[in-house]
């Protein structure tokens, strides 16, 4: 049984999300991350390589594009993105908060929302990007090769602790409180900071990141929360990395 043989009337929403732990930064320093990670997720599929600011109207998005990257730019993007009380002072160690969309309309969008630069023992930094979940793109986006390209660049521009691609629904599966860092997605990122990942039986795949760390794909087909057998063997993925002490939350 596979995904796309699913009967229900909904289907299930997909994102890759990529978190990290207390980095105080500086807005131009968030702002070369996130350039480098805009560059390099150019190749991995057409609905990635375009980038808007995002605007409370969808009509005005074109008129802010940000490719191709522009460090100036992002930085001034990211130091308007501060938390603070209306007419408050600012949070500097909650970082600062950057939208984007590639400009597309319905299952052509993508969004991205980024925390960068916060030092703060509660909030974790992150990335993400909610994908389509249905329409003409969503076979293409939701494949292995797509996917383990977003977290490479996640984990090669933000330099993650841990990173995830799946379902909210699978991801509620592996982890009743949903908690960064210590559960399976169809795809995870591991930091080499967190520990070295073990052998796994097949079919998961053990890719290196450069020097950064390494992904884990549980399977070349879409692993699904609602085929009982991708669960299973996501919860025997994770007992495996949890004997190794990698299944831990990113925020302790």
Not at 34 to 45: G, I, M, T, V
Not at 90 to 100: A, I, K, P, Q, T
Not at 175 to 185: C, K, L, P, Q
């Amino acid at each position: 049984m596979t995904a796309s043989s699913e009967t229900t009337a909904w289907p299930e929403t997909y994102y890759v999300g990529a978190y990290w732990g207390p980095r105080k930064e500086s807005p131009e320093e968030c702002a070369r991350r996130a350039a480098d990670f805009l560059n390099l997720l150019s190749p991995y599929d057409p609905l990635l390589t375009t980038w808007y600011k995002s605007t409370r109207s969808l009509k005005d998005v074109r008129k802010y594009p940000l490719m191709p990257p522009d460090v100036a730019t992002l930085a001034e993007l990211f130091r308007r993105g501060v938390n603070r009380e209306k007419g408050g002072p600012v949070f500097e160690s909650l970082g600062f908060r950057f939208l984007s969309v590639n400009g597309g309309l319905g299952t052509d969008r993508v969004d991205l929302n980024t925390v960068c630069g916060a030092f703060s023992e509660v909030n974790a930094n992150l990335c993400l990007m909610s994908l389509p979940s249905k329409g003409p793109h969503t076979e293409r986006l939701l494949s292995v090769p797509v996917l383990s390209g977003v977290l490479r660049s996640m984990a090669l521009a933000f330099d993650p602790d841990w990173a995830f691609a799946g379902s909210h629904e699978y991801r509620k599966q592996m982890n009743a409180d949903s908690t960064a860092g210590a559960f399976v997605g169809w795809v995870t990122y591991q930091s080499r900071r967190r520990g070295t990942v073990p052998p796994l039986p097949a079919p998961v795949r053990i890719e290196p990141v450069e020097d950064k760390g390494a992904l884990i794909i549980l399977s070349p087909e879409r692993i699904s929360a609602r085929i009982p057998e991708h669960v299973e063997q996501g919860h025997r993925v994770g007992a495996l990395l949890a004997r190794a002490g990698l299944m831990r939350p990113v925020m302790s």
